[in-house]
C-alpha cells in the first residue's frame, strides 16, 4: 500500500486538495499539491518585482527556489527558501497571476522534475491538473475530480468568508471561471481528464463521500486497504 500513487486532477474549488490530504492521510500516503508549487513560485516572481512574462528569468527563479510542503495543523505548510508563505500564497494577487506561470513550458519543465522526484518511490497522493496525463502518467489511481462552476465557486466563496477575507460573489464566479479556461486551452499540458482516469462529478455530494469514492477506487487496485 505504500508504494501506491494517486493522481486527482481537475478544475479549481473541485475539492481535489481537501479529499487528496484526507486520503492521503488515511492510506498512510504522503500528499504533494502541486497548485501550492505553482503558487509559491507565482509569489516569489511578485516579491522580487521579475517580469512575469520573462520566461528564461522565472524559470530561473524557479529552479533556484526551494520548495517544501510539509505536514501542518490544519493541512499542508509551504515553504519557500526556509519562508512560510502557506497563506501568502493564497492571496488575490497571486491567484490572479498564477496562470500566467502556469503557461510558461520551462517553468512547468523545472517544477516537474521536482513533482517527479517527490514521487519516486511511490506512496503519493498528488493533486493538480496534469497529473495523470504528464506528471505520473503511471500511476495507480487517476481520478478527474468535477463540480458546477455554481458549487465550486460557492464551495470557494465560503472557505475565503471562513478565513476573513471580503469576497464579491460575481467576481469569484468569474475569476474562476477564466483561470478554468486559461488552465484548459494554454499550449502547455492543459487541464484535461487522462483517457483512463475515473470521473468523478462531485455536486452535491459530501467531502466523506469523495474520500469514500477514492478510497474504494484504491482498493479495487491493491486490495484490502483499511
Ligand atoms: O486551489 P485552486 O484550485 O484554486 O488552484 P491550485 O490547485 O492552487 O492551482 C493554482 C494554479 O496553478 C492553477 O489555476 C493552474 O494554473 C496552476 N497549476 C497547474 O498549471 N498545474 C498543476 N499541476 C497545478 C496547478
Ligand atoms: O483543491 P481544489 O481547488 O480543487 O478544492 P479545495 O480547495 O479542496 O476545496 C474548496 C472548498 O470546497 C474547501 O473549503 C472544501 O472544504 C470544500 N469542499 C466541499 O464543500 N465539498 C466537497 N465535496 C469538496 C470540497
Not at 105 to 113: A, G, P, S
Not at 117 to 128: F, I, L, N, T, Y
Not at 183 to 188: A, L, P, S
Not at 211 to 216: K, M, T
Request: proline share 3%.
Amino acid at each position: 500500500m505504500s508504494r501506491l500513487s494517486i493522481a486527482i486532477d481537475g478544475p479549481a474549488g473541485a475539492g481535489k486538495s481537501t479529499v487528496a490530504r484526507q486520503v492521503a492521510g488515511r492510506l498512510g500516503l504522503t500528499y504533494v499539491d502541486t497548485g501550492a508549487m505553482y503558487r509559491a513560485i507565482t509569489w516569489k516572481a511578485l516579491k522580487e518585482q521579475v517580469d512575469l512574462r520573462d520566461e528564461q528569468t522565472v524559470s530561473r527563479l524557479a529552479r533556484e527556489t526551494e520548495i517544501r510542503l510539509t505536514p501542518g495543523k490544519d493541512g499542508m505548510e509551504v515553504w519557500v527558501d526556509g519562508e512560510r508563505v502557506t497563506r501568502a500564497i493564497r492571496t488575490p494577487e497571486v491567484t490572479s497571476h498564477v496562470s500566467l506561470i502556469a503557461g510558461q513550458q520551462r517553468v512547468r519543465e523545472v517544477l516537474v522534475d521536482k513533482q517527479r522526484e517527490m514521487a519516486s518511490r511511490g506512496g503519493v497522493v498528488m493533486d493538480g491538473r496534469d497529473i495523470g496525463t504528464h506528471v505520473l502518467p503511471d500511476a495507480d489511481v487517476k481520478v478527474f475530480l468535477t463540480a458546477s462552476i455554481e458549487e465550486r465557486a460557492k464551495r470557494r466563496y465560503r472557505e475565503l468568508v471562513r478565513r476573513g477575507y471580503k469576497v464579491d460573489w460575481e467576481e469569484l464566479k468569474e475569476e474562476i471561471r477564466i483561470r478554468d479556461e486559461k488552465d484548459r486551452n494554454r499550449e502547455h499540458s492543459p487541464l484535461r481528464p487522462a483517457e483512463d482516469a475515473v470521473h468523478l462529478d462531485t455536486t452535491g455530494l459530501s467531502i466523506e463521500e469523495v474520500i469514500r469514492a477514492i478510497l474504494d477506487l484504491s482498493r479495487s487496485k491493491v486490495g484490502g486497504v483499511e
